[in-house]
């Protein structure tokens, strides 16, 4: 697909490699994860904690396809800045307010890249107790050495290359693009 003149505005001159997920592949791809979480969780109560900022479109999504009741929050994590390698140094700089214990914790990422964020997130939710700790990644990048939880979702496996839109940024910028594409 050809930028139209929409994307072509929402990107101010930036030249993208290519679009590597269309607007109706997510959309069609969400609902099937929406299915799948619904049918995974038959009782009990659900939490679906966001990670901030990149999940925000994709968990937004996501939730208006889950078919029982449910809460959710976020977690803020700060990861790597402007750069386009991680660092594995993170910091937890909003914390969900409600209780974990007792109840099905659903992390939900916007991509599993090196799993450093992950692991570290993991082993402090852990430590609270909850009912489960599950995953949903709408991208996975399969490069991850050791992963301390394996994602029970995934959206799609993703190619090595850096990706934006749909939530994912580079230094902040193209987030709102409702495709995901790669940039170099
Ligand atoms: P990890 O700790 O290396 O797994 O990186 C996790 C975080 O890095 C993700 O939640 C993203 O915010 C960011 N990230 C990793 N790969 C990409 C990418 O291709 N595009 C944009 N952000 C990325
Ligand atoms: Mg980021």
Excluded at 54 to 79: E, K, T
Excluded at 104 to 115: A, P, R, S, Y
Excluded at 160 to 179: K, Q
């Amino acid at each position: 697909m050809l930028p139209s003149t929409e994307t072509e505005r929402q990107l101010g001159g930036t030249k993208l490699a290519r679009i590597v997920y269309e607007v109706e592949t997510i959309a069609k791809r969400v609902a099937e994860l929406g299915q799948a979480i619904t049918a995974a969780y038959p009782d009990g109560e659900l939490l679906v904690l966001g990670l901030l900022k990149g999940s925000f479109i994709f968990l937004s999504d996501l939730v208006r396809r889950i078919d029982r009741p449910l809460q959710v929050d976020f977690l803020v994590a700060a990861s790597y800045g402007a750069g386009t390698v991680s660092s594995g140094d993170v910091r937890l700089l909003y914390d969900p307010e409600t209780t974990l214990a007792g109840r099905h914790i659903l992390l939900v990422e916007d991509i599993v890249d090196t799993g450093r964020t992950l692991n570290r997130l993991v082993e402090l939710l852990r430590e609270r107790r909850p009912r489960s700790l599950e995953m949903c990644a709408l991208l996975h990048k399969h490069v991850a050495e050791h992963l301390v939880l394996e994602p029970k979702f995934v959206g799609f496996d993703a190619p090595r290359a850096f990706l934006v839109g749909y939530g994912l940024d580079h230094a902040e910028n193209f987030r709102h693009l409702p495709y995901i594409a790669s940039l170099t």
